[in-house]
């Protein structure tokens, strides 16, 4: 699947980026990456990436066209006047709503870990904030209980969402370094280990963006895309 333009504007884009799409190399090898692509659609443009996502994670992100621009979204962000929001499918049921305000840092700079990027709730740390609502609670034939949940992140800490829902017990769905033991994540990065059937991503989506751009609001909405909508799809509903 390739990634779409949901909105063009003569100083912005957003851009509806695929799950395992890299925004950016972060390494010489030559993959191709979110940011190639819109270099090929834009040639002789500058273009910077105002938000960004993991890998695995799907939905909108926004785009500067320009440096003018590239700076005034950087602005933005910091003074947090972009809003996001995200769907994400979760073990458990959590609470209808809530806001998870726990300080997040690497956890191997304070405790031995073997998973480098992996975030942690360390008090005294870096504040975080995520505000959630539960959207609905349902039961899945292989995971259980499940729940769709909406969460909006004050802060934009690495892994935040993830990182937050592990820390409250009910983790992202399929996510391979959060609610898992360390084996799994470093097993499905070893080349030399077979992971049999494949791993599915873990499920976490942007879906919703907006902005007041000069006199304009930009408001960008989408639902779950095929994959998740397809876990949700084979759930039972709960009976209240």
């Not at 504007?9 to 890299?22: E, Q, R, S, T, Y």
Request: hydrophobic share 35%; charged share 25%; with cysteine.
């Amino acid at each position: 699947m390739s990634p779409a333009i949901i909105q063009q504007h003569n100083h912005f884009l957003i851009v509806d980026k695929p799950a395992g799409w890299l925004v950016h190399p972060t390494r010489p090898d030559g993959t191709f990456t979110l940011i190639d692509w819109l270099r090929d659609q834009f040639p002789d443009e500058f273009l910077s990436l105002v938000s960004r996502l993991d890998r695995e994670t799907s939905g909108l992100l926004l785009v500067a066209r320009g440096k003018e621009n590239a700076s005034l979204f950087g602005k933005m962000q910091q003074r947090r006047e972009i809003q996001k929001s995200y769907l994400a499918l979760v073990h458990g049921s959590p609470p209808k709503s809530g806001l998870i305000d726990q300080p997040l840092d690497r956890l191997g700079k304070h405790q031995p870990s073997r998973i480098y990027i992996r975030q942690a709730v360390i008090p005294g740390t870096y504040p975080a904030q995520t505000a959630f609502n539960t959207r609905e609670s349902r039961t899945h034939p292989e995971f259980g209980p499940i729940s769709l949940v909406e969460a909006s992140p004050k802060t934009g800490r690495l892994h935040q969402i993830r990182a937050h829902f592990e820390f409250i017990g009910f983790s992202v769905l399929n996510d391979k370094i959060y609610g898992k033991k360390d084996e799994v994540f470093i097993d499905y990065i070893d080349k030399d280990t077979e992971n049999s059937p494949k791993m599915a991503r873990h499920s976490l989506h942007s879906s919703k963006l907006s902005f007041v751009f000069g006199a304009e609001e930009i408001y960008q909405e989408i639902g779950l895309p095929e994959d998740l909508a397809e876990i949700w799809g084979t759930c039972k509903e709960v009976k209240v």
